[in-house]
């Protein structure tokens, strides 16, 4: 499945030089990647860390970057969309660089005519968050359980079995993470149906998904830290959530009828 060609991928959550990148796993998933055209939906760098001096940066962390600059090379189109986590690239919003485009917010539209809204997110968090101390012990506590999540998978990857999110496993069973995760959902269809479109791509919250809601799609590409997932559009339209291994978790037929649409347009 890794080697298929796609006509559109979006990835985003890397947070590169962060304790908690899976970048050997992003790493071998872009060295076989096919496609025209590649969103980067933030936080694919993670200034936060970079700024508090905590960077953890090695060789798969470069050979990332470096399997991004081989499919520029071979003529795939990327568009990076920054987050919060690497919000200092948004003053360059709207420039053409030699290797990448840098929007605020992208329409694209499918091969078969579907609008879709690609944010990051992170424009969300006054409707999502509860704020305060609460909000500040929930930020320390995922941190923790990322730390375990990566104890246990080097154990788990040493005794021959597959990767598995500690972290996905406890939001699951959060009322609270459940609540957030909702509103979030909700958030993203909102502002896609007032801008007239037929649904949203995002990141953010660490939780991949692909679903159809009133008429709606909201996919979340998930990100590389817990789900190690990517969203991708297939030739045809067909829309899919992908694992690092390439196995389709998720999946939206395309439309009948392709209606020759162009690859995606600038939302202001």
């Not at 060609?5 to 096919?34: K, M, Q």
């Not at 995922?142 to 375990?148: D, G, V």
Request: with cysteine; aromatic share 10%.
């Amino acid at each position: 499945m890794l080697d298929r060609h796609w006509r559109t991928v979006f990835i985003s959550d890397v947070h590169l030089g962060s304790n908690h990148c899976h970048a050997e796993e992003l790493a071998d998933f872009l060295v076989t990647l096919r496609c025209e055209r590649l969103f980067l939906i933030g936080d694919i760098i993670d200034f936060w860390y970079l700024s508090r001096q905590r960077v953890t940066w090695g060789g798969d962390q470069s050979r990332v970057l470096e399997m991004l600059h081989a499919l520029a090379r071979r003529g795939t189109q990327i568009i990076y969309i920054p987050g919060n986590h690497d919000r200092t690239i948004r003053r360059f919003c709207g420039l053409t660089l030699p290797m990448m485009k840098i929007r605020r917010r992208c329409v694209h539209v499918t091969v078969d005519g579907r609008r879709l809204l690609v944010v990051h997110g992170d424009a969300y968090d006054a409707v999502t968050h509860f704020g305060g101390m609460q909000e500040k012990f929930g930020d320390w506590l995922y941190y923790r359980i990322l730390t375990a999540n990566r104890w246990l998978n080097r154990i788990r990857r040493r005794t021959g079995f597959r990767y598995w999110s500690v972290a996905e496993f406890l939001k699951s069973r959060s009322g609270a993470a459940e609540r957030y995760i909702e509103r979030f959902v909700q958030a993203g269809l909102d502002d896609a149906r007032k801008r007239g479109l037929d649904g949203i791509v995002c990141g953010h919250i660490h939780r991949a998904a692909l679903l159809q809601r009133d008429g709606l799609i909201y996919a979340n590409d998930g990100d590389w830290v817990e789900s190690l997932t990517a969203f991708v559009e297939a030739p045809d339209g067909g829309l899919l959530l992908l694992s690092h291994r390439g196995e389709v978790i998720g999946e939206i037929l395309p439309r009948p009828k392709a209606l020759g649409a162009p690859a995606y347009l600038h939302a202001a």
